[in-house]
């Protein structure tokens, strides 16, 4: 028997003070934003009905085959006991089928939890470094040195704390590929010797802002093995910054909600910040989250601001100080042009980035299309903040196929229409039965039903007491106006190339079942939530622009020893330990990949793969750790190839660049760097078959 792994750190949710300083603004020690007074779950499963009946009211799509590719149900759908969430998967207790070696995609040894300060990977898999911060991908920009940092330098290097990454396709260029990453956040005294937070210097703030943002970097791959390199000065290299223009677009774009004394249109916008995780659109063009904007903004003088988490004071990079727009007592609705999503044309190095006001205003963790089947993509977001809300977005236009200019400019307009919904998730168990402990209820699962409840569509708000215009740009506060359930930090949401399922990382909520706070329900069943869960979602029909939805939760996270977890029925003696899910993306055989933040069970955060259909469906495998102090970010999943982003190694307390707590990636001696990693098989065959 496995002991439980013994919990290590003080801070919530396993980071470090420092992660939380320069990360989120210390979100953990402050008001909750949330403190709206709308029914959560938990006041709502007292109406719960039978899981039959509720199953047969969502009447969802059934599983067409083993390996779970859902198909569209006609009429006799209710009469069908085996609808997509009440059957197929693995019950607690289903024994495990002898004799293979894991899911197909999952066949790896998986690597052990750890504390080492290297990226670790299973046996037989090699690695290289794919650029780092500060590596020169713009024509003119010089090779990266620590002390000799400027910010017209860092405009043409590789950002800061990379996040989200995306490979695209590039045609006419073999072995290329073109890589957009994020980059979330700075860590300043990481970065500069001798910082001193009371008193950042101009250039260092204007080097802060060159980091942020986002980076397009020609890569190219290594002949015979699944190593890439940057392709510097390549044509479509670009480097977006906390200064460059961005364009607002859609209903509430002009709006005088988001006029300035610098833009009295409210449709240009300097700079994209907090970028966290994102989407590739099936159009080629990439979505990025600006997520804890509020940290860059002093001296909030509004309820609306505090609604978002802006502060009253100073802020903790004093940018204020060297430009007033972060002054929100000089330039109150500048918070107002952060929080969006942006769409970013890679494949056009002088396009304007967007920043989309139809998807709503929140901190946007991901966004990712999916498409219906009519063409018209909807995406699925979360807002990662304790009890806030899970986002869709249905676009009204379909998607014009070819890569033709008009093709291009059509779906360039395709997210700035349609309607925004937020979702109201219903439990089907007795009150009774959800604890707070996580003990399952009698029926076996957390499961129930849900709807999407619209917010606006264009210039219509579906809203009482709101404007259309208020909806976009105040969305948490429609959310709560329309009594939205209450979530766990729901962070990537991500819908299944293959079965069309939608997939909800909820990341942990220490606040869950305190004293005024919201107690357990059924789709967060545990109070103090430290480990975090996955909630699996089916739209009604398989239809992704459907009003209504059931739902489960496939994997209730912690020490599989530990009898508050949950791996879809999975045997837990065969699975590893996972703690605070954040960012997920599929493979081509379906396998759910998950990238952790805050592991709040001793060891490093990695990255994780777990089958999402068949006999082994709920079997996860730890594919790799990332070094001291880092999290796993931004992973792509190719055939041959894991990309990962490891983001702020050696951020550990007490750290500083005179005293590094990591010597990754480049050894004793040298600067902590971010960096993005491939990792490949050494035989060039598939990963993990």
């Not at 168990?429 to 264009?458: C, H, Q, R, Y």
Request: include cysteine; glycine fraction near 10%.
């Amino acid at each position: 028997m496995r002991h439980l792994l013994p919990f290590i750190s003080p801070h919530p949710g396993g980071r470090s003070a420092l992660t939380c300083r320069f990360r989120c603004g210390d979100a953990c020690f402050k008001e909750t934003p949330n403190n709206s007074d709308n029914e959560y779950a938990g006041d709502i499963i007292a109406g719960a009905v039978s899981r039959r009946s509720m199953m047969r009211a969502a009447a969802v799509v059934t599983v067409a085959t083993a390996a779970g590719t859902a198909a569209l149900t006609g009429p006799s759908a209710p009469q069908a006991e085996a609808a997509a969430l009440a059957g197929h998967g693995n019950k607690p207790g289903r024994p495990h089928k002898p004799g293979a070696s894991g899911a197909r995609g999952l066949r790896f040894s998986p690597v052990a939890p750890n504390k080492d300060d290297k990226v670790t990977v299973p046996d037989g898999y090699a690695q290289n470094v794919v650029i780092r911060w500060g590596e020169p991908i713009l024509r003119g920009a010089p090779a990266f040195d620590p002390d000799k940092q400027t910010a017209k330098a860092q405009a043409g290097q590789f950002g800061y704390n990379n996040d989200f990454l995306s490979l695209l396709p590039l045609r006419g260029e073999r072995g290329r590929q073109v890589m957009v990453a994020n980059h979330e956040y700075t860590d300043e005294i990481l970065m500069f010797r001798g910082y001193d937070p009371a008193n950042p210097t101009r250039e260092q703030v204007e080097i802060a802002w060159a980091a942020h943002g986002l980076s397009v970097v020609v890569v190219q791959e290594e002949h015979r093995t699944g190593k890439l390199g940057p392709v510097n000065r390549h044509p479509l290299n670009r480097r977006l910054t906390a200064t460059s223009e961005f364009r607002m677009t859609g209903p509430a774009a002009g709006s005088a909600l988001l006029r300035t004394s610098a833009d009295r249109t409210g449709r240009k916008v300097l700079g994209t910040l907090n970028n966290c995780a994102g989407g590739t659109t099936p159009w080629g063009t990439t979505l990025h989250g600006e997520e804890n904007f509020n940290q860059y903004f002093a001296n909030g003088t509004t309820a609306m601001h505090k609604r978002y988490g802006i502060g009253t004071g100073a802020s903790e990079r004093k940018w204020e100080q060297f430009d007033q727009r972060f002054d929100l007592a000089k330039e109150p609705n500048e918070a107002n042009r952060f929080g969006w999503v942006v769409e970013l044309d890679p494949y056009d190095p002088d396009s304007t980035p967007r920043k989309r006001t139809a998807l709503g205003r929140f901190k946007h963790e991901a966004a990712q299309p999916r498409l219906t089947s009519d063409g018209r993509p909807v995406v699925y977001m979360g807002d990662d903040e304790k009890f806030d809300y899970l986002y869709k977005f249905v676009s009204s236009k379909r998607m014009k196929k070819g890569n033709s200019r008009a093709a291009r400019e059509h779906n360039l307009t395709l997210l700035d229409e349609g309607t925004l919904y937020v979702a109201k998730l219903t439990g089907d168990s007795p009150v009774n039965e959800i604890d707070g402990t996580g003990k399952l209820p009698n029926d076996g699962e957390f499961d129930g039903s849900g709807v999407w409840i619209p917010l606006a569509t264009g210039t219509t708000s579906h809203v009482p007491g709101m404007t259309a215009e208020e909806v976009y740009v105040y969305t948490r506060l429609a959310g709560d106006k329309v009594g939205a359930t209450k979530m766990d930090r729901p962070e990537d949401v991500e819908p299944s190339p293959r079965s069309g399922r939608v997939y909800v990382a909820l990341t942990n909520n220490s606040d869950r079942g305190k004293e005024g706070k919201p107690g357990a329900d059924e789709a967060n069943p545990r109070n103090a939530n430290k480990h975090g869960q996955i909630l699996e979602l089916a739209e009604n029909w398989d239809d992704p622009a459907s009003d209504g939805f059931a739902w489960r939760l496939f994997l209730v996270a912690g020490d599989p020893d530990d009898p508050a977890t949950y791996f879809a029925g999975f045997p837990k003696e065969s699975v590893s330990p996972i703690s605070c899910p954040d960012n997920v993306a599929f493979d081509a055989h379906g396998n759910l990949w998950i990238s952790t933040d805050g592991n709040k069970l001793g060891s490093h955060d990695g990255l994780f793969g777990v089958a999402t259909h068949g006999d082994r469906r709920g079997e996860l495998k730890q594919f790799l750790t990332v070094p001291a102090g880092a999290e796993t970010c931004g992973p792509v999943i190719q055939d041959r190839r894991v990309l990962v982003a490891v983001q702020h190694p050696g951020e550990i307390d007490g750290a500083s660049v005179e005293k590094p707590a990591s010597v990754w990636p480049d050894g004793p001696g040298r600067i902590v760097r971010p960096s993005v990693v491939a990792v490949w098989r050494k035989d060039g065959r598939d990963i993990g078959v």
